[in-house]
């Protein structure tokens, strides 16, 4: 029997804390406890030599079910569609109309914190609605 692995999804990212807790948001993920000795994420922050300052943060599902996703700082910006995308189940069991009115219910609460609705694609003979999205810093996502 094959041994199954936990996963983390990483993030390259500008602002690490920023679109971290852009997708708690999204997900209702939770931010980690401070350090232990810190008041807040700033004062840890503010401890560290200034070229380890923001470079990570992370988030998990309190359920404990979803992957942890880390965002770690990188010097460069975006330059081409990801290659690997989050799906996020907005309209999980849903079809038709009522599926498509959760999704842009859906995507008009995250595009009020600042995702970009890219397009809608309408169900056919083939597929369900889904909307395509991207997140404060250009990374693609679905709503599905």
């Avoid at 965002?71 to 907005?90: I, S, W, Y």
Wanted: glycine share 8%; aromatic share 8%.
């Amino acid at each position: 029997m094959a041994t199954i692995r936990q996963v983390q999804v990483t993030f390259d990212c500008a602002e690490p804390e920023r679109l971290a807790r852009f997708w708690c948001e999204v997900l209702g993920y939770e931010v980690p406890p401070v350090p232990e000795g810190f008041a807040s994420w700033d004062d840890y922050n503010g401890s560290l030599p200034p070229e380890k300052r923001d470079a990570w943060f992370a988030c998990s599902d309190p359920s404990g079910l979803g992957p942890r996703l880390y965002f770690q700082r990188v010097p460069e910006g975006k330059t081409a569609k990801n290659r690997v995308h989050l799906d996020v189940r907005a309209g999980t069991g849903l079809v038709g109309a009522e599926r498509l009115a959760a999704l842009e219910a859906e995507r008009d609460r995250l595009v009020a914190l600042g995702a970009v609705c890219e397009r809608v694609l309408v169900a056919d003979e083939e597929n369900e609605s889904c909307i395509g999205m991207q997140d404060i810093e250009g990374n693609e996502f679905c709503l599905d």
